[in-house]
């Protein structure tokens, strides 16, 4: 009886690893949510990313973030593997991803 519960309980381990897998992993970063802000994601969504922060950067910050993304962002970038810019560590999810070409067609 106990191996069978045993191997049920490894079963139902290797199940959720194997679902959690596929899911997106997001690191919440002032850089993230700044990029986010100044590429003009939906204020909804800006809030919740800041509860998750457990911050809303300030505007001075933000500012200088945008500096940075503009000097060295092409203006036709498609975020290619989720990159906010070229040789950027924050990697956006592709729901994120979604939203900020969403926002870039609304500029337009």
């Known amino acids: 009886m106990k191996k069978v519960l045993i191997g049920a309980m490894l079963s139902a381990i290797a199940f959720s690893a194997t679902a959690n897998a596929d899911e997106e992993e997001?690191?919440?970063?002032?850089?993230?949510?700044?990029?986010?802000?100044?590429?003009?994601?939906?204020?909804?969504?800006?809030k919740a990313y800041a509860e998750k922060l457990g911050d809303t950067p300030s505007k001075k910050t933000c500012k200088a973030f945008r500096k940075v993304v503009e000097?060295?962002?092409?203006?036709?970038w498609d975020y290619p593997g989720g990159r906010a810019y070229p040789g950027s560590i924050i990697k956006f999810s592709q729901h994120?991803?979604?939203?900020?070409?969403?926002?870039?067609k609304k500029k337009k």
Do not use: H, W
Not at 26 to 46: H, I, R
Not at 71 to 76: H, V
Not at 96 to 104: D, G, H, N, R, S
């Open 26 to 46: 997001v690191v919440y970063s002032t850089e993230a949510f700044c990029m986010l802000q100044n590429d003009g994601a939906p204020d909804n969504y800006l």
């Open 96 to 104: 994120q991803v979604e939203i900020l070409k969403a926002a870039k």
């Open 71 to 76: 000097s060295s962002r092409p203006s036709d």
